[in-house]
């Protein structure tokens, strides 16, 4: 069964450093996504992504986040400059269609800022 | 705005026995409801959802939801508990954007624990 993967599972980072985050969805998803979970807390939307554009974000994806699918396959999260606050764990999504029920998660990146 | 509200941090069952693990939502217009399980360094894993139909909706490894319109309630069930099913559960309710993609609201989370 097709899965969406993640790397790294882990990253560490100094606060104000640059942080990229990959995922790789299932091949014939069309809508992706990225959510967060700050430990301990409730699973957060980021930021939905069709047709190399974003669809959607929200107020926590300010200016220091940014998607982009460079390459037909890799879809990736930066953080510009880390901030203490952004340590959490980042799940990737997709879905098939624009009316699919279903997103697939993928197992997650834990990022810790120092 | 959509919300889906999970009101116990965490269940404790005895295996074999049944479990709930309890989800409100607060939705305008017809609700489209999710429960995820996420296990120890795993990801989010689909279990069920609520579209439309029969409010008694079955999922994947024996889980169950009830879909209860007048309590505004989707709790999770199952009739005999294993301790594999340890893990933390999340409710969710299907939103949509101004641009008309979807997304999900998570409820905080529900850390069930199976006792052998």
């Known amino acids: 069964e097709p899965e969406v993967t993640q790397t790294p599972s882990h990253q560490v980072t100094q606060m104000g450093q640059e942080v990229i985050l990959r995922c790789v969805p299932i091949?014939?998803?069309?809508?992706f996504y990225w959510y967060r979970q700050i430990l301990g807390q409730k699973v957060e939307f980021l930021v939905s992504?069709?047709?190399?554009?974003?669809?959607?974000k929200s107020e926590i994806f300010d200016d220091q986040f940014s998607v982009e699918r460079p390459d037909g396959s890799n879809f990736t999260l930066k953080i510009r400059s880390t901030k203490l606050e952004d340590s959490a764990m980042y799940f990737c999504?997709?879905?098939?269609?624009?009316?699919?029920?279903?997103?697939?998660f993928g197992p997650g990146t834990r990022l810790t800022v120092t | 705005a959509q919300s889906v509200a999970q009101p116990e941090d965490q269940v404790n069952v005895a295996e074999g026995n049944p479990l709930t693990v309890k989800c409100t939502y607060s939705?305008?217009?017809?609700?489209?409801l999710f429960w995820y399980v996420q296990y120890p360094n795993r990801g989010l894993q689909f279990l069920l959802k609520?579209?439309?139909?029969?409010?008694l909706v079955k999922g994947s490894y024996g889980f169950e939801a009830e879909f209860n319109k007048s309590q505004t309630s989707f709790h999770l069930k199952k009739p005999s508990a294993l301790v594999s099913d340890s893990a933390l559960y999340f409710c969710?309710?299907?939103?949509?954007?101004?641009?008309?993609?979807?997304?999900?609201?998570f409820g905080t989370g529900t850390r069930l624990k199976v006792l052998a």
């Open positions: 999504a997709g879905s098939d269609a624009k009316s699919s029920y279903e997103q697939y």
């Open positions: 091949s014939n998803h069309l809508y």
């Open positions: 992504f069709y047709n190399n554009e974003i669809s959607e």
């Open positions: 939705v305008s217009g017809n609700p489209y």
């Open positions: 609520y579209i439309t139909g029969d409010n």
């Open positions: 969710a309710v299907r939103d949509i954007g101004p641009s008309g993609t979807y997304k999900y609201i």
